[in-house]
């Protein structure tokens, strides 16, 4: 059975004019007293109807998903995330509806939009894909209809999104510069594959890389970004071609998928001494050729905390009219080798 208002205020020591306050966002209440009140209310289960509610008829709240490049090995933890968040707001008489493109397609994620406004949903988590339009597009959501909007994985700038679930990728490109620079002690030509110049995840580690060789390693000696659309065959073509014109390459940062290219590539070559690998992503095939000697050092970016947190903040914000505490909730930088994945 569902817990009380008066129940909640017993376990928090408070009257129930607080706690009916607190869970309707209404008035001045301490956030340390109103954050005890949100952890009992979940812990009781309890259900607010309130007037509007479609939760008082019996009406599932609905939350959007859309997600790109849901086909790639990195997507299936924030798959995983997802279905499990899922599982969790389902006791608040909450369902996901989910759109997952395989491409990073400006048209393809404005019909999914349309879409999903269409379904009703109150929230919506989107991995957008920088444009303007869909910059538009996700302003008209929240301004004209009150849906909430949390991005993840990938963010765009100039909307009203209510915060931003992912890996801060410009620091993390910062940590693969210096991490390159302890391998190569600062010296070297270093090759820079990218994916689709449109996803502003790939950009951003890309420019931070490049940020920290010219300030802390001007020794290093950048030869260009090679850009790629993440594919494994596109991967191993530009290291076979890059290195059949300079063999002492010294490095190479992969800020996309298709990463197992790179060691398709050193295989073809059947090199004596390899350049240095850095790349994303913890996924079987990274690990593997982390174990087995291909790669120097993997950065996991915590996709299934992206896939869940997401989820669970546009919970909190619909559920309790929560707002989130912060506009940002990087996930951690773990920086894995074969010796401690």
């Not at 209310?41 to 109807?49: I, R, T």
């Not at 968040?85 to 400006?106: D, F, G, Q, T």
């Not at 010296?187 to 010219?214: A, M, P, Q």
């Not at 991967?235 to 996309?256: K, R």
């Amino acid at each position: 059975m569902a817990g009380t208002i008066r129940q909640i205020a017993e376990l928090a020591g408070v009257s129930r004019g607080t706690v009916d306050r607190a869970l309707n966002n209404r008035g001045r209440i301490n956030p340390d007293v109103a954050a005890r009140i949100f952890k009992i209310a979940e812990e009781l289960g309890y259900q607010p109807k309130q007037k509007g509610d479609p939760r008082a008829a019996g009406a599932e709240i609905k939350i959007g998903v859309i997600t790109q490049l849901s086909d790639s090995p990195f997507m299936v933890q924030v798959h995983r995330g997802i279905a499990d968040a899922e599982k969790e707001i389902k006791e608040r008489r909450m369902s996901l509806l989910v759109e997952n493109s395989p491409s990073v397609s400006e048209a393809d994620q404005l019909k999914a939009i349309d879409k999903l406004e269409q379904e009703g949903i109150r929230g919506l988590a989107i991995m957008p894909v920088e444009c303007d339009s869909v910059r538009v597009r996700l302003n008209r959501l929240s301004e004209e209809t009150g849906i909430s909007v949390v991005t993840f994985n990938t963010d765009i700038v100039g909307t009203n999104r209510k915060c931003f679930v992912g890996l801060d990728n410009l620091r993390s490109g910062h940590a693969a510069a210096g991490l390159m620079a302890m391998l190569t002690r600062g010296e070297g030509k270093i090759l820079i594959i990218t994916g689709f110049f449109t996803n502003s995840v790939n950009s951003s580690r890309v420019e931070g890389f490049i940020d920290e060789v010219k300030k802390t390693h001007p020794e290093m000696e950048l030869l260009g970004v090679q850009s790629s659309s993440g594919d494994e065959k596109e991967v191993e073509q530009i290291v076979l071609n890059t290195m059949s014109m300079i063999p002492d390459l010294a490095g190479i940062f992969v800020a996309c998928g298709g990463q197992i290219g790179v060691c398709r590539a050193f295989e073809q070559l059947n090199l004596q001494i390899r350049p240095y690998v850095i790349v994303y992503d913890l996924v079987p095939e990274n690990i593997r050729a982390l174990k087995e000697g291909w790669f120097d050092f993997l950065i996991d970016q915590e996709g299934y905390m992206q896939g869940y947190r997401a989820i669970r903040l546009l919970s909190d914000n619909i559920a309790w009219g929560r707002e989130p505490k912060e506009k940002t909730f990087f996930t951690e930088i773990n920086i894995k080798t074969k010796y401690n994945i």
